[in-house]
């Protein structure tokens, strides 16, 4: 059985929402991106606008008009109903937190067309802690990103026991078809493959931090020359978005959750939660 994908919502326009959006219409294919009201939908086109302006400088063939009008191409809606109403593929990038999701995709089995597959994002969350309130787990699966999908292209893919080959293969090809370099896992594994390498990293990092055993830059220092990596693990928190990390470590266990409230006091509440915002562990200019 050959599956077509040719229209795509995304869910969700935060920062990797928005990229994903962004990098699936520069590809060519027909994308709508959702989210829950004006305000988000008002960044998202900020967003966008924003990614057209990297594009035009780091992607090849990006320069002669495109990256703004893939910016422009792209359709916003807060209305869920009419976002998925005719959609091929909807890739969920909603907030790290598994009863949001879950919620989420009780809606959307309700309001998307039968033959539409499902694709979570979810860094962390395993697909089959949100299968079955989808209404169709053979048609649902994990379609992980990299922050910076244009630079950092990997897309891991990872079904349960329920996932149809044939979707699993249709969802593989997609990948390829917006320029992602996919990565299958034959089952289900927490962190995929790059997170069951990336988290441990970021983790000790913030402990060593937290603990008050280094500062942020002593560590990165010390990593980037230990390893020759370009980057240091708060560097690369920065660039994930401080957001994200923050909401699986206010889930976790004790040591997790004190982590996290240190984020959340000395960086999240002063606004500083990563590239995105200017400032993070580090400043950033424009």
């Given at each position: 059985?050959?599956?077509?994908?040719?229209?795509?919502?995304?869910?969700?326009?935060?920062?990797?929402?928005?990229?994903?959006?962004?990098?699936?219409?520069?590809?060519?294919?027909?994308?709508?991106?959702?989210?829950?009201?004006?305000?988000?939908?008002?960044?998202?086109?900020?967003?966008?606008?924003?990614?057209?302006?990297?594009?035009?400088?780091?992607?090849?063939?990006?320069?002669?008009?495109k990256a703004e009008t893939t910016a422009a191409d792209i359709t916003l809606t807060s209305d869920l109903g009419?976002?998925?109403?005719?959609?091929?593929?909807?890739?969920?990038?909603?907030?790290?937190?598994?009863?949001?999701?879950?919620?989420?995709?009780?809606?959307?089995?309700?309001?998307?067309?039968?033959?539409?597959?499902?694709?979570t994002n979810s860094s962390t969350l395993l697909p089959s802690a949100m299968k079955d309130f989808t209404g169709?787990?053979?048609?649902?699966?994990?379609?992980?990103?990299?922050?910076?999908?244009?630079?950092?292209?990997?897309?891991?893919?990872?079904?349960?026991?329920?996932?149809?080959?044939?979707?699993?293969?249709?969802?593989?090809?997609?990948?390829?078809?917006?320029?992602?370099?996919?990565?299958?896992?034959?089952?289900?594994?927490?962190?995929?493959v790059l997170n069951s390498l990336l988290v441990p990293l970021l983790n000790a990092a913030m402990n060593l931090?937290?603990?008050?055993?280094?500062?942020?830059?002593?560590?990165?220092?010390?990593?980037?020359?230990?390893?020759?990596?370009?980057?240091?693990?708060?560097?690369?928190?920065?660039?994930?978005?401080?957001?994200?990390?923050?909401?699986?470590?206010?889930?976790?266990?004790?040591?997790?959750?004190?982590?996290?409230?240190?984020?959340?006091?000395?960086?999240?509440?002063?606004?500083?939660?990563?590239?995105?915002?200017?400032?993070?562990?580090?400043?950033?200019?424009?």
């Open positions: 059985m050959s599956i077509e994908i040719g229209k795509v919502t995304v869910l969700g326009t935060g920062v990797l929402g928005s990229q994903i959006a962004f990098q699936t219409a520069f590809h060519g294919f027909a994308v709508t991106a959702y989210d829950i009201n004006d305000e988000a939908l008002t960044a998202a086109r900020d967003r966008f606008d924003k990614l057209a302006a990297t594009y035009r400088q780091v992607v090849p063939g990006a320069d002669d008009g009419a976002a998925v109403a005719d959609a091929d593929l909807v890739i969920e990038a909603v907030p790290e937190v598994l009863t949001i999701k879950q919620e989420t995709y009780e809606r959307l089995g309700k309001l998307a067309p039968e033959r539409t597959i499902f694709a169709r787990p053979d048609k649902f699966l994990a379609l992980h990103f990299a922050n910076q999908v244009w630079h950092f292209n990997t897309a891991e893919i990872m079904g349960t026991a329920e996932t149809d080959p044939a979707v699993y293969r249709a969802v593989v090809d997609f990948a390829t078809a917006i320029g992602m370099v996919p990565i299958e896992l034959h089952k289900e594994k927490a962190g995929y931090a937290e603990g008050g055993y280094a500062e942020p830059d002593a560590v990165d220092k010390t990593w980037r020359i230990g390893t020759g990596a370009p980057a240091g693990p708060f560097q690369i928190l920065d660039i994930i978005g401080l957001t994200t990390p923050y909401n699986i470590l206010a889930n976790g266990d004790e040591s997790a959750q004190r982590i996290a409230k240190w984020l959340k006091d000395n960086y999240i509440d002063q606004g500083k939660l990563g590239i995105a915002t200017g400032e993070g562990f580090y400043k950033y200019t424009a």
